[in-house]
């Protein structure tokens, strides 16, 4: 009895394993909106991500600019943003912890550290905190 209990587990082990590596390896869906700028989830902001410094490079840590405005278009001066993210496909997050070190001026924030150390789907998170409100939004990224 003990070893069909011991078998059935093991089965068990190598299907749970089997179909995480599927989903892995999966590639991002078809459908994914890789667009780098939209409106934050309650519509309070308008927010738009580039990196810094030239293409962003798998393992590389590097900056990026968040650019955010109401949605009437002017330039938001005194928010709060914090960073979060990972790959929804491997369930897990960011290698980094990015921060945004400063306000740029004309509704711009630098982010630093951030680091996508393998190719794949990744996801940005911007939390965005002001006056005119608490609202989020996601970027879908993909890294060669």
């Known amino acids: 009895m003990l070893r069909w209990i011991l078998g059935g587990a093991a089965l068990l082990v190598v299907a749970v394993v089997g179909f995480m590596a599927w989903r892995m390896m999966a590639p991002p869906p078809a459908d994914l909106d890789l667009s ?12 738009q ?21 109401l949605a009437d278009g002017s330039p938001v001066e005194d928010a709060q943003v914090t960073i979060d ?6 369930g897990h997050g960011l290698p980094t912890a990015p921060q945004a070190t400063g306000h740029q001026g004309e509704g711009r924030y630098l982010i630093e550290g951030v680091r996508f150390n393998m190719g794949g789907w990744w996801e940005l998170t ?19």
């Open 36 to 47: 780098r700028e939209r409106p934050t989830e309650a519509g309070i902001y308008q927010v």
């Open 49 to 69: 991500i580039a990196p810094q410094i030239g293409p962003v490079v798998q393992g590389a840590l590097h900056s990026w600019v968040a650019t955010v405005r």
């Open 85 to 90: 993210g990972g790959m929804p496909q491997h």
């Open 126 to 144: 911007l939390d965005i905190s002001s006056p005119a409100g608490e609202d989020s939004v996601t970027f879908n990224l993909v890294i060669e």
